[in-house]
């Protein structure tokens, strides 16, 4: 039996079904030629550069613990500028220590349970030094070195110093420059691979700048701001929008 899906007319039934894909195809073709102009390609463009951290903070606090108030504040009164003459000794000046007032806890007995039994047992007191200097080098020397106070019966507790760089507002500018570079070198090199060149930009946005500590791959949605290396890596990176030519 003959197949009824092909009868007298089939023939140019199918002659007309490719002539309309054809036709389809052609004026696709033309379009997006006829749109060249219109066309752009994105790229990311980035920049890094290590930096060394010009400015440090250190704090270091001092803490007593006592059943009677009056024995806890005076054994801190008489510590704390024990740990200032010490700091001035080491070359800090003065004018670079700030020194905290004093924060104050009352400790309560607690029973099996781990309950608070509102039974007072003493107090405890603290205070804390800053100091803020452009000497990097001297000041994370320093905090390493300053626990040997405890020998002298000197609770102190010297916390890591915070690392930071001054200059990052004007580093900006110049990483972002170098970020749009990049992104026009690659934007150049995929344009000539398909036989075009790039035009002028149609859009550019900024992506956030992430300070890492040196030599770590390690980024945020957000930015991070390392503060716990003295040398760290800028990373700019920016999306650029070029026309297609």
Do not use: C
């Not at 020397?141 to 890591?160: C, D, V």
Request: hydrophobic share 40%; proline share 2%.
């Amino acid at each position: 039996m003959a197949d009824e899906r092909f009868g007298p007319g089939s023939g140019a039934g199918i002659a007309l079904a490719i002539g309309l894909v054809l036709a389809s195809v052609i004026g696709g073709w033309a379009f997006v030629k006829g749109k060249r102009g219109d066309q752009t390609i994105t790229v990311t463009g980035s920049a890094r550069k290590r930096i060394r951290s010009d400015l440090v903070i250190w704090r270091a606090g001092v803490s007593y613990q006592a059943p009677v108030l009056a024995d806890a504040y005076r054994s801190l009164s008489e510590n704390v500028p024990r740990v200032k003459s010490y700091l001035v000794g080491k070359g800090i000046p003065e004018d670079q220590i700030t020194i905290s007032s004093i924060s104050s806890q009352t400790l309560h007995a607690r029973n099996d349970q781990g309950e608070d039994t509102g039974q007072i047992t003493g107090y405890s007191l603290r205070q804390e030094l800053e100091v803020r200097s452009t000497d990097v080098d001297k000041i994370a020397k320093i905090a390493r070195e300053a626990t040997e106070l405890i020998n002298q019966g000197i609770l102190l507790e010297s916390m890591a110093p915070a690392y930071h760089y001054t200059n990052l507002g004007e580093e900006k500018i110049t990483m972002l420059a170098e970020a749009a570079k990049d992104a026009k070198v690659r934007a150049e090199r995929v344009a000539e691979s398909t036989g075009s060149s790039i035009g002028s930009v149609r859009t550019a946005r900024m992506g956030v700048l992430q300070i890492t500590p040196a030599d770590s791959n390690e980024v945020s949605d957000s930015g991070m701001n390392d503060t716990s290396s003295l040398e760290k890596d800028i990373t700019a990176v920016v999306n650029v929008g070029f026309e297609i030519n």
